[in-house]
T-cell receptor, first 112, second 116 residues
Framework: QKEVEQNSGPLSVPEGAIASLNCTYS??????FFWYRQYSGKSPELIMF????GDKEDGRFTAQLNKASQYVSLLIRDSQPSDSATYLC????????????FGKGTKLSVKP | NAGVMQNPRHLVRRRGQEARLRCSPM?????VYWYRQLPEEGLKFMVY????????ESGMPKERFSAEFPKEGPSILRIQQVVRGDSAAYFC??????????????FGEGSWLTVV
């Protein structure tokens, strides 16, 4: 069973702090990993993707991938109340184009 | 996710009726995907289509669900004889040609189906 696991949260951090979101995956065949943000009642919005071991930075966001340990993380620096949302981790697994396995998401709450 | 157009945004159907959800991909995108998000559940892949072709329907329920992406016009997800368990958000996503995009897909705003 190919799975992507996330802690459902809620994860609560104060404004300005670093939020750390984690994700593990079961299939070593997975090659690419994606982080989406979803506000309540809205569609998932792509934040970033990563496919190489190590860190990838984009603005306040840093994705980290460790294929040996099969985990992916997303760091949000200088968290803002507007970052409060559910963060979805997804991976491909060598299946067809666009057939991604999503975790159930981690709810993040950034307190002013 | 700007550019992937879905309609209707909200749809209410009585049990046994049919639901048709439409999706126009982002300009320049030739691949369309449908996902379903049940309450308190993660997004689940349903089907992947290109123009006039179903490429992967491994996530589609065996009965009552069908999808198409005709040569002209939007992709359509059709649910026949809806039941309450079909109540969910249905998201369409699209991507450009695979060699240039890998597996990056962009979601539309979703269609919320409520079966009463």
């Amino acid at each position: 069973q190919k799975e992507v696991e996330q802690n459902s949260g809620p994860l609560s951090v104060p404004e300005g702090a670093i939020a750390s979101l984690n994700c593990t995956y079961s299939d070593r065949g997975s090659q690419s990993f994606f982080w989406y943000r979803q506000y309540s009642g809205k569609s998932p919005e792509l934040i970033m993707f990563i496919y190489s071991n190590g860190d990838k930075e984009d603005g306040r966001f840093t994705a980290q991938l460790n294929k040996a340990s099969q985990y992916v993380s997303l760091l949000i620096r200088d968290s803002q109340p507007s970052d409060s949302a559910t963060y979805l981790c997804a991976s491909d697994y060598g299946g067809s184009q666009g057939n991604l396995i999503f975790g159930k998401g981690t709810k993040l709450s950034v307190k002013p | 996710n700007a550019g992937v157009m879905q309609n209707p945004r909200h749809l209410v159907r009585r049990r046994g009726q049919e639901a048709r959800l439409r999706c126009s991909p982002m300009k320049g995108h030739s691949h369309v995907y449908w996902y379903r998000q049940l309450p308190e559940e993660g997004l689940k892949f349903m089907v992947y289509l290109q123009k006039e072709n179903i490429i992967d329907e491994s996530g589609m329920p065996k009965e009552r669900f069908s999808a198409e992406f005709p040569k002209e016009g939007p992709s359509i997800l059709r649910i026949q004889q809806v039941v309450r368990g079909d109540s969910a958000a249905y998201f369409c996503a699209s991507s450009p040609y695979v060699e240039t995009s890998g597996n990056t897909i962009y979601f539309g705003e979703g269609s919320w189906l409520t079966v009463v």
